[in-house]
């Protein structure tokens, strides 16, 4: 897994400074010097650099909504003063003092999927850790993660969300695993039923709903697109909390 991978290279750095970039991210020009200035400025600090999703106008809708998810997240962040919280941490690009990266412990190798960035930063944030999100810290990122790859991630967030509830008890309140059951009349309520008792129901309708969502992009129906796409991805998500 990545943390573990993550850890080796922490292991031999022999810096001051650590930097952890993801292999798809091509980096902004002054991303060194950025982190490195802000390194200076203050001791035990964190950097989290914008990982900016390519795009281009051939890119259909999957791509832009990830990008639009993206850059949602960089406005939340950018806001001043805002505060910082254990699920802003993502490790495609991050900056940290190696002291205090030894002092936490490094990476936690039981979130080798998913929320490996999630479980550090909230022993970063409890150890004192100021944190700086930048953009102009940040790269160009080139994900090619397709629907396939995408409902595989929700599956692994399904699965360390519990794993990150019996390790944080208190976290749950803050997981999406402790949202209250839909109403029966929605059909979120169905699919997270489904999820929990028939999980297998989704290999088998799932090529149905791809030739739905390429039918609904083919029409432009954006809006209709999100909702099954988003339908999808809930269905996955609580597919992997059940497991």
Same mark, same amino acid.
């Given at each position: 897994?990545?943390?573990?991978?993550?850890?080796l290279?922490?292991?031999?750095? =022999? *810096?001051?400074?650590?930097? $952890?970039i993801?292999d798809?991210?091509?980096?902004?020009? !002054? &991303?060194?010097?950025? @982190?490195?200035?802000?390194?200076?400025?203050?001791?035990?600090?964190?950097?989290?650099?914008?990982?900016?999703p390519?795009?281009?106008?051939?890119?259909?809708?999957?791509?832009?909504?990830?990008?639009a998810?993206?850059?949602?997240?960089?406005?939340?962040?950018s806001?001043?003063?805002?505060?910082f919280?254990?699920?802003?941490?993502?490790?495609?690009i991050?900056?940290?003092?190696?002291?205090?990266?030894?002092?936490?412990?490094?990476?936690?190798?039981?979130?080798?999927?998913?929320?490996?960035?999630?479980?550090?930063?909230?022993?970063?944030?409890? =150890? *004192?850790?100021?944190?700086? $999100?930048?953009?102009?810290?940040?790269g160009?990122h080139? !994900? &090619?993660r397709?629907? @396939?790859?995408?409902?595989n991630?929700?599956?692994?967030?399904?699965?360390?969300?519990?794993r990150?509830a019996?390790?944080?008890?208190?976290?749950?309140?803050t997981?999406r695993?402790?949202?209250?059951?839909?109403?029966?009349?929605?059909?979120?309520?169905?699919l997270?039923?489904?999820a929990?008792?028939?999980?297998?129901?989704?290999d088998?309708?799932?090529p149905?709903?791809?030739?739905?969502?390429?039918?609904?992009?083919?029409?432009?129906?954006?809006?209709?697109?999100t909702?099954?796409?988003?339908?999808?991805?809930?269905?996955?998500?609580?597919?992997?909390?059940?497991?």
């Open positions: 897994g990545a943390a573990a991978a993550r850890d290279g922490a292991s031999r750095a =022999a *810096g001051d400074t650590l930097l $952890f993801d798809d991210i091509e980096p902004l020009p !002054e &991303l060194l010097p950025t @982190h490195a200035r802000l390194h200076e400025q203050a001791g035990e600090l964190v950097v989290i650099g914008a990982p900016v390519v795009r281009n106008a051939r890119f259909g809708f999957q791509r832009i909504a990830a990008w998810w993206w850059e949602q997240q960089f406005e939340r962040m806001q001043p003063g805002y505060r919280v254990y699920h802003d941490f993502f490790t495609g991050l900056s940290v003092s190696a002291a205090l990266f030894r002092r936490v412990g490094g990476f936690d190798h039981a979130f080798e999927q998913c929320r490996d960035d999630s479980e550090l930063g909230l022993r970063l944030l409890r =150890a *004192g850790a100021s944190v700086v $999100f930048s953009r102009a810290g940040g160009i080139h !994900e &090619l397709d629907l @396939h790859q995408l409902l991630r929700k599956l692994a967030e399904g699965k360390a969300d519990v990150l019996r390790r944080y008890p208190e976290l749950l309140p997981l695993i402790a949202e209250p059951m839909p109403a029966w009349r929605f059909v979120h309520a169905w997270r039923r489904i929990g008792t028939a999980p297998i129901a989704g088998l309708v799932l149905i709903i791809r030739g739905t969502l390429a039918v609904l992009e083919s029409l432009r129906a954006r809006r209709a697109w909702y099954v796409q988003g339908a999808l991805l809930y269905f996955w998500y609580w597919r992997g909390a059940a497991a």
